[in-house]
Nanobody, 127 residues
């Protein structure tokens, strides 16, 4: 059974940092794109960042460029999201996702392209 388990969320003051982790089990995703998405109350799920299987290519939403960094450790089957200079508008449930296909080129940024999802971790940024 494939599982993606996020951790590292919590409550932080504006300007603070958090590091989210997503541990995969049940299969290896070393050839897959991995992505982070977020969903705030009353809003649609939106793309945050993605990384190719080699880690050689990353993509970010304009709203988090220069603020968030995605990385992965294939040996640990884990992907990370380092979030710095957090703002209240970053408050959301953050989801890890995997696109199980072998992608040549850049990763997709659309949620339907990802077929495995974690349960989400809450990030709350207070002003």
């Amino acid at each position: 059974q494939v599982q993606l388990v996020e951790s590292g969320g919590g409550l932080v003051q504006a300007g603070g940092s958090l590091r989210l982790s997503c541990a995969a089990s049940g299969r290896t995703f070393s050839r897959s794109c991995m992505g982070w998405f977020r969903q705030a109350p009353g809003k649609e799920r939106e793309f945050v960042a993605a990384i190719t299987w080699s880690g050689g290519s990353t993509g970010y939403a304009d709203s988090v460029k220069g603020q968030f960094t995605i990385s992965r450790d294939n040996a640990k089957n884990t992907v990370y999201l380092q979030m710095n200079s957090l703002k209240p508008e970053d408050t959301a449930v953050y989801y890890c996702a995997a696109d199980s296909r072998t992608i040549i080129g850049s990763c997709y940024m659309s949620p339907p392209e990802y077929d495995y999802w974690g349960q989400g971790t809450q990030v709350t940024v207070s002003s």
